[in-house]
């Protein structure tokens, strides 16, 4: 008390607070483990973990920390130098009202936000289920037979959908037509994608697609200018001659009109943003997609399908896992892998509280101002642009066009210049009527809606009826229960029950970073001045937006080296491609062109050879020698042997197998040394801040999970976002973007295409980056990267006489994970990873990360959040798992009726009035004393995913299926 009362005032002030709140040990417990680990000190730690020639010199070039609340002012005073106008811009993105009981209880709340993606279905039975709620709802509103749970935005969907044409369409041509009336982001997606592919696109009228010898087509409906038209004779057209055709549709208008599946395309797609996901300046939203069911192997992305448990209970699951990227590599579908979940949570949840009726009323309102608008307008002797629309009127405003816009913004609306000589105004739900008699006054139009209203009905609005749809959709009973603010918020927190996520016990995912993501961090997001801004609105209404991208893309110069950050790829796997597009361009403009090897090593990511293959690349494996690294001679020849056409390197540091490794310089020069560029993956990048760098260790371009090192939460799936930085010579090869150009007019990306349908990705999560570091500070970052070391190591100090750990660096010490290697038991007992991970669900915690980067292994990454006391409970459970497994090595319990291979236990199982087990039921539910404290029970026993996949069924089960 005394020595508090005499400190001086700058202690007082606490700066480094959330240093103290964000780190799990204190200083005195780190001594604790330090001595439990022989390291003299963390210092000592570090130098015998990280190799001295690529350690930093000096202390990262950052600002001291900031407490909570100054940084949030900080924040907001940046915030306020957005101005949130109303948005009928259109195009893609749309004003929404995100309903409080889903804005408070699913997109503010931890329950939600903290999860990881649901591999381990038992604890993830919420958000599973809530994933096939969304898929529901996009079969309904589609028409087609099958949907995913979800992609990234509407314009890599379209990038998808184009390569599934690919992929499954017979016909002979390279080339892909895209109808004119697309969306310009879509357009400039596809450019992209399609020079990598090697694909010809072929621009034109919707009419005009089958004219053409294409394998596949991609029409919009309605189209970027509002209009409604009939494709169903281009797309019988398209079919006849065998190409696959793809629509991009908006969700909202679909309620209303006729499906595409109705129609005859074979796949669409669309994001789900009007669906109650705020803007954001172009993301995080989610993406659909949707296809026939014959194509469903050949479909990107995650589908969640309906199997069994142990004791026949339905129980959900992602299904048809094999077609993807961790398995299939460079031929897998796609590489998409962190998605887009809370936001497509979110979309599903809208359409079960409003319902049919509600989506329909509110579709119907929509449709209605428009049509009211586009009547006064015609009335005033404006030329309204077509008959049939939805939502979007686009005037004819002539000489007229430069003032309208300027007096519409005055009086708070952004609308879009469609032209120099005609203006689009896309309405939404959060439009009014009195928003509309502004408007028509500003055109000089008559502004009695009333009498509009009542022409407009008379007429039947400007929907053409042969279009209207007929089919019931949303039919299944989750759509038509939870209309009651009471009856929604008990089913979010039903399903929210189901799932465990970081705010019930650590998430030790290896590889996966699941640390703490802070409540001030994500508190800004949900700001209007960030969630409400339309990512074409105009420039001079984003320079809050534009200085915070700004300030976080120098923090993260600052921590990588780098010279250049792009800030549009929307998750590591989007950083991996754009990054593998910066390196392609920069040999294309050295005549170097036909370098198209990409070197990757066996314990990559399946996302990297997936990420190569989008790219046109060519991947040659590089082996690992039996520590795990990178084999420096297998590099060195296939490097040389490829030295003409070497393009690349992907190479992830420290390791996937959780080791700095000691050559890494080495590694890097060899590529360079033929003429190759250095891709670092930086999923563990968490491992390096404030010790060494990317740029240091000799990396070109390398992305950044925000998602793991820099907090973003993981939103049970998605959102994430992956920039990247790159040397300066790459710098002029990075992403812009054709509707919103991201930098200076003078520099040489210019006009150079697009990898994401927004300038700047998920924009409006990346305030959470930018608090991280603003509140941790150089110092606290670089600590953050001790801790984590530390945390790693000790659990690698006390599981290891328990499990061995598989690799280490040549101190013994691993990096801020450690792999645990299970094929010993399982040799000698048959007990696998899977019985381990699912049995520690009964002790109330998520497995690691399985069989990644070796199979037959885990994966702990515990991070430096956690704090020793939750450390020691996991190494407790484990510790105690394994005697389970050595009483069956034992013979004591039998090998196919044991804790292991019966976990996970349910409530309904344990407390059921039979048991046969050779265990009791408190061994099955609470296997030690602190278990009981903070129970977590298992939605359903474990899951059979041979039967899901051999029974594919992805759609919501009817409500009996529940009750057998
Ligand atoms: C080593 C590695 N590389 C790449 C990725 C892909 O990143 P994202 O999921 O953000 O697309 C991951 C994701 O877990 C990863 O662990």
Not at 118 to 125: D, L, S, V
Not at 503 to 519: F, V
Not at 635 to 658: N, Q
Not at 912 to 931: D, G, N
Request: contains cysteine; charged residues 20%.
């Amino acid at each position: 008390m005394q020595e508090l009362l005499t400190a001086p005032l700058a202690r007082l002030e606490q700066r480094d607070a959330f240093l103290e709140r964000h780190l799990g040990p204190n200083p005195a417990e780190i001594a604790t483990m330090l001595a439990a680990l022989g390291a003299p000190s963390l210092d000592a730690l570090i130098d015998q973990t990280v190799p001295a020639a690529i350690r930093l010199k000096e202390p990262l070039p950052l600002p001291g920390p900031r407490p909570e609340q100054e940084a949030l002012a900080a924040l907001r005073t940046i915030a306020a130098r957005n101005v949130v106008k109303k948005s009928f811009i259109g195009l893609g993105y749309h004003g929404t009202h995100t309903p409080t009981v889903i804005l408070r209880n699913v997109l503010e709340n931890p329950g939600w936000y903290t999860a990881y993606t649901p591999y381990q279905a038992e604890i993830a039975q919420g958000r599973l289920e809530a994933l096939l709620n969304f898929q529901q709802m996009v079969i309904d509103l589609t028409g087609l037979e099958l949907a995913n749970a979800s992609l990234l935005d509407e314009a890599t969907a379209a990038a998808e959908a184009m390569a599934m044409a690919r992929r499954v369409s017979k016909a002979k041509s390279n080339a892909f037509f895209v109808d004119e009336g697309c969306l310009p982001q879509t357009l400039d997606v596809l450019r992209t994608r399609a020079q990598y592919f090697g694909f010809e696109l072929v621009l034109g009228p919707a009419v005009e697609a089958a004219g053409h010898d294409v394998f596949g087509a991609l029409l919009q409906y309605p189209d970027a200018n509002g209009e409604v038209r009939d494709l169903s004779a281009p797309l019988a057209a398209l079919k006849a001659k065998g190409a696959i055709s793809a629509v991009a549709c908006d969700p909202m208008a679909l309620v209303l009109l006729k499906s595409p599946g109705e129609l005859g395309a074979d796949i669409a797609l669309g994001s789900t943003q009007r669906f109650g996901v705020p803007m954001g300046f172009g993301g995080p939203h989610a993406a659909f997609f949707a296809t026939r069911e014959h194509y469903v192997r050949a479909m990107p992305g995650r589908i969640i399908g309906v199997s069994k448990d142990r004791h026949g209970k339905t129980a959900l699951r992602m299904a048809l896992q094999t077609r993807e990227q961790h398995i299939r590599r460079e031929k897998a579908n796609s590489n998409i892998c962190t998605s887009q979940v809370l936001l497509a949570n979110m979309a599903g949840f809208y359409a079960v509280y409003h319902g049919p009726q509600g989506l329909k009323t509110i579709a119907a309102r929509i449709h209605r101002l428009a049509a009211i608008l586009a009547e006064g307008l015609r009335r005033a002797g404006v030329h309204v642009r077509g008959s049939r629309f939805f939502d979007t009127v686009v005037a004819e405003t002539g000489a007229r066009t430069a003032q309208l816009l300027a007096a519409a913004e005055a009086a708070g609306y952004n609308l879009r210049q469609v032209s120099n000589e005609a203006v689009g105004v896309a309405l939404d739900e959060t439009a009014t009527a009195e928003d509309v008699a502004t408007l028509l006054a500003l055109f000089g139009a008559g502004s009695d809606v009333a009498a509009l209203d009542a022409a407009v009905t008379a007429a039947g609005g400007a929907l053409p009826a042969e279009l209207l749809r007929h089919d019931a959709i949303l039919a299944h009973p989750v759509f038509n229960t939870h209309h009651t603010e009471h009856e929604m918020l008990r089913y979010l927190k039903k399903l929210q029950n189901r799932d465990l996520a970081l705010d019930h016990s650590m998430i030790s995912l290896g590889s996966c970073t699941m640390k703490l993501n802070a409540t001030s961090e994500m508190i800004p997001i949900t700001w209007p001045e960030f969630a409400n801004l339309h990512p074409f609105a105009p420039r001079a209404h984003v320079l809050g937006y534009l200085e915070m991208i700004e300030g976080l893309s120098d923090y993260l110069k600052a921590v990588t080296g780098f010279d250049a950050i792009c800030m549009q790829p929307n998750s590591g796997a989007q950083g991996e491609y754009a990054g593998l597009v910066a390196i392609r361009r920069y040999h294309a403009s050295r005549g170097e062109g036909h370098r198209t090897v990409c070197l990757i090593p066996k314990s990559a990511h399946g996302t990297n050879p997936a990420s190569a293959q989008m790219c046109g690349l060519e991947v040659v494996v590089v082996d690992c020698d039996d520590n795990g690294n990178v084999d420096l001679e297998d590099l060195k020849a296939k490097a040389a042997r490829h030295a003409e056409r070497l393009a690349a390197l992907m190479v992830t540091y420290p390791s996937t197998h959780g080791v700095f490794e000691e050559n890494i310089r080495e590694i890097c020069a060899a590529v360079h040394a033929h003429g190759g560029q250095v891709y670092m993956d930086g999923a563990n990048l968490n491992a390096q801040v404030g010790l060494t760098s990317p740029a240091t260790i000799g990396a070109d371009v390398s992305h950044m999970n925000l998602h793991k090192t820099f907090a973003i939460p993981h939103g049970g799936g998605g959102p994430g976002m992956g920039p990247i930085g790159l040397k300066a010579h790459l710098a002029p090869f990075m992403s812009d973007h054709a509707v919103a150009p991201t930098g200076a007019p003078d520099r040489r990306n210019k006009g150079q295409g697009a990898v994401s349908a927004a300038p700047f990705g998920s924009a409006s999560i990346l305030p959470i980056s930018w608090m991280y570091i603003a509140m941790m500070g150089g110092e606290g970052l670089k600590r953050a990267t001790e801790v984590a070391i530390l945390n790693a190591n000790y659990i690698a100090a006390k599981l290891g006489p328990h499990y061995p750990v598989l690799y280490t660096g040549s101190q013994g010490r691993v990096a801020h994970e450690c792999i645990l290697d299970i094929r010993p038991i399982k040799a000698a007992t048959g007990i696998t990873e899977v019985d381990i991970a699912k049995r520690l669900m009964d002790y109330g915690f998520h497995a690691p990360t399985m069989s990644f980067p070796v199979p037959g292994t885990i994966m702990v990454e515990p991070t430096e959040s956690e704090d020793p006391g939750e450390l020691d409970r996991f190494i407790g459970a484990m510790i105690a798992i394994r005697g389970e497994i050595a009483r069956i090595e034992r013979g004591e319990l039998p090998a196919d009726d044991n804790p292991l291979k019966n976990a996970p236990h349910t409530q309904f199982e344990v407390a059921a009035s039979e048991w046969k087990h050779a265990y009791s039921r408190e061994e099955a539910a609470y296997p030690l004393p602190w278990v009981a404290e903070n129970k977590f029970w298992p939605g359903v026993g474990r899951i059979d995913d041979v039967y899901g996949d051999r029974n594919l069924f992805c759609a919501c089960v009817p409500v009996s299926a529940y009750a057998d």
